[in-house]
């Protein structure tokens, strides 16, 4: 087992065979690291809660990098040429969009907004719009055209998934990658950590705002989650 990359909250090792293993650890970062804790137990959710809903995912039709879970913390995926790219879906106002374009929290969208966003630590992570992206040379026309289908199709079933178990899906990230045979999937992870999740009934933070914000227990609200969905 090969160490390919130690991430903020995953580490990647390449298991031969066009695989790879990742590991989820405890570690909670937000604000570009700035803020950080071990929160324990929260690789063991995530890792639980991905599992589920890249398995979700793959039986609609999507093209994910997810194998197997293959124990607490760690799940099998294929190996994938990571995209320098964040792609955003909302659905509901909230965090850095409230913050650019002044809206409230809370209000609904017309429809869901794709945004992207240059994944690049030392830069934070800019908002950046399709030119810069075929300028970078993230990815070009065919290929982005394919990610916001993909991303808005990934909404459509996160959000009825989540609506079945009593949770909002406000917004959340993905991330994309090129397998081995050349094709575009979903990669890294789905998770509280990268959604925003509410509680249908009381409107309640489930996911990494509450650590974001100290708005209570992170595994709290996490455990809620994977309880809501295995329901
Ligand atoms: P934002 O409102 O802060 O731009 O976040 C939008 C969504 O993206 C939200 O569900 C949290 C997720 N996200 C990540 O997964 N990683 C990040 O580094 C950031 C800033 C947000
Ligand atoms: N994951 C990001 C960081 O650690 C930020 C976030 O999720 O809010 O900086």
Redesign the pocket.
């Known amino acids: 087992m090969r160490l390919l990359y130690e991430g903020k909250a995953k580490i990647l090792y390449d298991v031969g065979d066009n695989k790879c293993l990742v590991y989820f650890k405890d570690t909670a970062t937000a604000f570009d690291a700035t803020k950080k804790a071990i929160v324990e137990g929260k690789g063991v959710l995530n890792n639980t809660i991905s599992s589920i809903l890249f398995k979700l995912l793959e039986e609609k039709g999507i093209k994910t990098h997810f194998i197997k879970r293959v124990s607490d913390r760690e799940m099998l995926v294929w190996k994938a040429k990571r995209l320098d790219l964040?792609v955003?879906v909302r659905n509901i106002a909230?965090?850095?969009?409230c913050k650019r374009l002044g809206l409230k929290e809370g209000e609904k969208l017309r429809e869901p907004l794709v945004e992207f966003f240059y994944k690049k630590d030392e830069l934070h992570?800019p908002l950046i719009c399709q030119e810069h992206i075929f300028m970078l040379g993230i990815a070009d026309k065919k290929t982005l055209s394919q990610i916001r289908k993909t991303a808005k199709k990934v909404n459509h079933i996160l959000k009825n998934f989540f609506r079945a178990h009593c949770l909002l899906l406000v917004?959340?990230?993905l991330e994309f990658g090129i397998l081995p045979d050349g094709s575009l999937a979903v990669v890294d992870e789905i998770s509280p950590?990268?959604?925003?999740l509410w509680d249908i009934k009381t409107g309640e933070k489930l996911d990494?705002d509450r650590f974001r914000f100290d708005l209570g227990d992170l595994i709290e609200g996490y455990k809620r989650v994977l309880e809501k969905i295995q329901s």
């Open positions: 964040e955003v909230a965090g850095s969009l992570d917004d959340f990230k950590d990268t959604c925003r990494k």
